[in-house]
């Protein structure tokens, strides 16, 4: 899986994922997780999953440990651009509970 | 109507799993209609595999997996060499904290929540083999309707007069139809205006902003008075207004008339194509070749689909090859005479092959060629030989029937979707008929073109029991007797491309 780190004009963190969210892809982005889990800021990171195909357990279980070292350091996560399957996925799992999801703006 | 449509044996690291993935949903997305579902099985494959490969200890070597159409339902099954399940384990419910460690989840209440049934066994060499199934959809066959619509009250009564006569799919405002439409096949949309966060205007210009998604159906519903209102819809390519309130059997009467009306557009613009085209492409074999008599049957319904039936015939030997080129819309019957010439140029440039052979060469071909490889397509490879002899390989073609005055029984002959691996291997199966026995094959529009399950089931037993029952008679009179009863229980026009072939050896051999 490939990634890409921006960030916005207004100092968020964007990290913009393309490829496939499973256990391949959790191995290819796990250090860039932990990296972005111990720094100290920003403080609102995005996941943009637009450019996701597909997700499975072992994707939401590493979003959820990225959600969760940055909940612990007063930080948050939200997930964004995610449709198709990861979107069903995610609805299904009511991760929206946990972590706020922006969908795509049209 | 049972067949296998995948088979694959892979070693148990991450890189493997994902390949696998992809054939599963290579397969799926071109048998299964209904997306979703596809996505499912896909997601319970990554699943069990994932969970495989981490977490088995003593760890797993390789894996099988195995997906096939089988009564009535979609069948998965997973065999691991690896440590046994705990089964014990496998009843975890569905949870959010079973995500609680980094990519922690081991995905079983996922698999329940996803699947219809799973069944665990140890198979007869101590593998792990799960086993889950989901029930083929009854609906597939019926018109699919996107209903938009923010109010949930006029979404439950518009739903309550639709879903007797149709699919229908919900979706509380325009961007949530965009996601719809993403997943699912629609047939019509039928669309509320003024919603919140995208409104019916907006849908119905994203919908013509895609080469996709344009040409479906649109009707707007609105109880808007609006000055200028319905202008500004009707400006935007729409297929009919209704003001609301509405009734269901004036909605449906709606609803009948776009449909009708599009699909007489659509048949007029596939009519001038195929009749050039089609008419040298119709399936049809010689009534004699060497020491067979042959019959076929067939029915066309003009729009996608595409059946061929080829031969190629020497001395004392003889191929039949009959492909059946799977697909939702007119383009796949492009693809069917693509195939049909590459089909006829192997048999002609060869000798009469082998029919594993032939079948190895046309999956190859499906497999690596940039314009082949854009379609599925189901094929059996027929060698005809003396006294009754033949030499039977299949590519996830319905079994053949060999049929006799008291019964029909299929032979189990079979191999995956051709053109999913680089390197399939088909087996063949030798069958020797006696005399006062046919063999029958097709494609399977023939026992598939129903509304439902119950539908196909009555269909599948007319069939067989006419194919007995015609036993007696010549078989090219038996092969009309039969697609009478084909048209007089499935209707006309058929709903799929159907093609019956009827064989027996000469009697006076």
């Known amino acids: 899986m490939k990634f890409q780190q921006k960030i916005a004009d207004c100092g968020d963190l964007i990290i913009e994922l393309n490829g496939e969210f499973d256990a391949l892809g959790c191995s290819e982005i796990r250090q860039v997780f932990k990296e972005v889990a111990t720094q100290l800021s920003p403080m609102v990171v995005f996941l943009d999953l637009s450019a996701v195909s597909f997700l499975d357990s072992s994707g939401v279980g590493s979003m959820v440990f990225l959600f969760k070292c940055l909940r612990e350091a007063g930080r948050s996560l939200v997930i964004s651009g995610v449709h198709g399957q990861p979107r069903e996925l995610l609805e299904l799992l ?6 706020p999801i922006k969908l795509m703006e049209q | 109507m049972d067949r296998l449509l995948l088979e694959h044996r892979f070693r148990a690291n991450l890189e493997s799993i994902r390949a696998a993935r992809k054939l599963v949903e290579q397969v799926t997305c071109s048998t299964i209609f209904e997306v979703t579902l596809g996505q499912k099985i896909v997601l319970c494959l990554s699943e069990i595999v994932t969970n495989i490969v981490r977490h088995s200890d003593p760890a797993a070597s390789e894996i099988s997996i195995q997906f096939r159409q089988e009564c009535g339902s979609w069948i ?4 691991d060499n690896g440590e046994l399940f705990n089964t014990a384990a496998m009843t975890d419910a569905l949870a959010p904290e079973f995500y609680q460690d980094d990519e922690g989840g081991r995905g079983i209440g996922l698999i329940q929540a996803s699947c219809e049934d799973l069944k665990y066994v140890v198979d007869e060499y101590n593998r792990n083999c799960l086993i889950l199934s989901w029930p083929i959809n009854q609906q597939t066959e019926r018109v699919k309707i996107l209903l938009v619509e923010d109010s949930a009250p006029m979404r439950r009564l518009y739903r309550e007069y639709l879903s007797p006569n149709y699919a229908v799919f919900m979706a509380d405002n325009g961007s949530k139809a965009l996601n719809v439409l993403e997943n699912q096949e629609i047939d019509l949309v039928l669309s509320d205006i003024n919603m919140p966060t995208m409104d019916g205007l907006s849908l119905r210009v994203e919908l013509s902003r ?16 609006e000055q200028g209102l319905q202008a500004r819809a009707a400006s935007l390519g729409i297929d009919d207004y209704i003001a609301k309130p509405v009734s269901g059997p004036n909605l449906i009467q709606h609803i009948e008339r776009v449909l009708q009306r599009t699909g007489q557009v659509i048949q007029r613009l596939t009519n001038r194509l195929d009749r050039k085209i089609s008419e040298s492409f119709i399936p049809d074999l010689p009534g004699r070749i060497n020491h067979w008599n042959i019959a076929v049957g067939n029915r066309n319904t003009g729009i996608g689909g595409g059946d061929l039936l080829l031969h190629h015939s020497a001395e004392n030997e003889a191929q039949v090859v009959l492909i059946d080129t799977m697909g939702h819309d007119e383009t796949s019957k492009f693809y069917a005479y693509a195939y049909g010439g590459l089909i006829t140029g192997l048999m002609r440039s060869n000798r009469v092959n082998q029919c594993q052979a032939l079948l190895e060469q046309i999956s190859a071909m499906a497999y690596s060629d940039d314009l082949l490889s854009k379609i599925t397509l189901t094929g059996m490879v027929l060698n005809l030989a003396e ?8 590519a996830a073609h319905p079994y053949p029937l060999i049929i006799t005055r008291d019964k029909s029984r299929p032979v189990q002959v079979e191999g995956m979707l051709p053109g999913l691996l680089a390197d399939i291997e088909f087996k063949p199966v030798n069958v020797v008929l006696r005399p006062g026995e046919r063999i029958a094959f097709y494609t399977d529009g023939l026992f598939e073109s129903a509304a439902d399950n119950e539908a196909r089931k009555l ?3 007319e069939i067989t029991t006419a194919m007995r029952c015609t036993m007696d008679i010549p078989i090219d009179r038996a092969a009309r007797l039969i697609m009478q009863k084909f048209d007089e229980v499935a209707g006309v026009p058929a709903r799929d491309d159907t093609t ?3 064989m027996e050896p000469d009697r006076i051999e």
Do not use: D, W, Y
């Open chain 2, 210 to 225: 895609s080469p996709q998604n344009e040409l479906i159906p649109f009707i707007f519903m609105t109880a808007s008075e």
């Open chain 2, 76 to 79: 998965l099954k997973v065999q």
């Open chain 1, 94 to 99: 009511r991760i929206h509970k946990a972590i």
């Open chain 2, 459 to 461: 269909l599948e037993n």
């Open chain 2, 387 to 394: 006294k009754g002899n033949l030499m039977i390989a299949s």
């Open chain 2, 500 to 502: 019956l072939v009827l």
